[in-house]
């Protein structure tokens, strides 16, 4: 009877091992809408491994999430910069309920807050608390010291955005090589 306990409980943790952490992994860092993430990853220049990360952090793959602010879909995009976003590009009519506008919509206004900050942290910080905001914490001394680098976040909201995104970055990168 010990044997059989034993070869039992040696089973069971080889297999949690292999396939456990594998569903816990799964759940935490999903890996969802790949299409349409290459898609814009190819359109805008962004790593995959960024724009999978954003949507993480910003709705957990949930493709109907609302914010309390409005902001809808998988990246969390705003009407008012999707507006315009869409008017710059020429796209005509949109649905930021539709996965793929969402994330293409997305990636473009990340790319374009990099394209303006020259750093992917400054230009995430902008994603979550706004250009104007981040814009006014680059003049100020209190957070940064050049002009051109935050050595502090005054929104506590953003730092840990920052945290999440760095986690989720950092399996994603690891995932989709």
């Given amino acids: 009877m010990k044997w059989f306990f034993a070869i039992f409980l040696t089973f069971s943790i080889v ?27 190819d359109k805008t220049g962004l790593d995959s ?17 609302i914010s309390p602010k409005g902001a809808v879909g998988l990246m969390q995009v705003l009407p008012t910069t999707a507006d315009e976003i869409v008017k710059n590009l020429n796209l005509g009519d949109y649905d930021l309920e539709n ?9 473009v206004y990340l ?44 929104f506590a909201e953003t730092e840990n955005y920052l945290q999440k995104f760095q986690k989720n970055f950092k399996y994603y990168s690891q995932k989709i090589k």
């Fill in 99 to 107: 996965p793929q506008t969402n994330i293409y919509i997305g990636s």
């Fill in 111 to 154: 790319a374009q807050l990099l394209n303006k900050f020259k750093d992917l942290k400054i230009a995430l910080c902008a994603y979550n608390a706004g250009p104007a905001n981040v814009k006014s914490w680059l003049s100020d001394e209190k957070y940064s010291s050049d002009g051109t680098t935050l050595e502090k976040i005054p």
């Fill in 15 to 41: 297999f949690l091992t292999i396939f456990g952490i594998n569903c816990v992994y799964g759940t935490i860092f999903p890996l969802k809408y790949t299409e349409e993430v290459e898609f814009a990853s």
């Fill in 49 to 65: 491994a960024t724009i999978l990360s954003v949507i993480n952090v910003e709705s957990h793959f949930n493709k109907n999430a």
